[in-house]
């Protein structure tokens, strides 16, 4: 038994589409309101900034929207994409108009994990804000109390680099932590880092057919 499961959100514990359908499709109409409505907001300037620091573009709103609307489009987890669209999401979840839903053997194994005392943490390209609001919300009821640790990049740093699983470790205080992931590249990091790791082939996701190379591989968590 490893003592951390630290698991990646989409495409392992829930259908890529949740992702990139129901909550990128809940944030795009929102992205511009929001700016403009909570531009005093600490978080929301700092995103700005970034935007259009890695953009380039220093028009308003509407420009900065069509940038976050192609980064969304090509699917690109750029920070302060994932800070605002979490910031969106949080309220949705509070409001009743988003509910988190996983594939069917999630939350027993989730269950599973944490009466036998394995530790559980997320690693995710979301923000932690987001995150939190996703398990708080679930078809399951709330599910936040199963989890020690949340990890996004700006706490831990980007997914596909062996920097950001040596920090989380850090944190964690362990070398004996398995990660759970369905991107072969996350997982390539995540063992340089001396981490054990599982690859998620689920049947119908974008990594189903991926090719896993040295990494264990399972259709169900
Ligand atoms: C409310 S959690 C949303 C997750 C998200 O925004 C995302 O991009 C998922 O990426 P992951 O690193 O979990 O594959
Ligand atoms: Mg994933």
Known sequence: MTEWVVLDIEGTLSATDQVLVTLYDYAR??????????????????????????????????????????????????????????????????????????????????????????????????????????????????????????FDTVNAGPKREAGSYLKIASVLGSSDITFYSDVPAELHAAAEAGWQTVGVARPGEPYGDADFGPHRTVDAL
């Open 29 to 150: 109409p929102r992205l511009g309101p929001w700016i403009d409505a909570h531009g005093d907001d600490p978080a929301v300037a700092e995103a700005v900034a970034q935007v259009r620091e890695l953009s380039g573009v220093d028009g308003g709103t509407d420009e900065l929207v069509r940038v976050l609307h192609g980064w969304m489009d090509a699917d690109q987890k750029v920070t302060p994409l994932k800070t605002l669209q979490g910031l969106i999401w949080q309220r949705g979840y509070a409001e009743g108009d988003l509910v988190a839903e996983f594939f069917p053997d999630v939350v027993p194994a989730l269950r599973r994990w944490h009466a036998e005392g394995t530790k559980l943490a997320v690693f995710s390209s979301g923000s932690v804000a987001g995150q939190v609001a996703f398990f708080a919300h679930t078809t399951d009821g709330d599910l936040t109390s199963l989890f020690e640790f949340h």
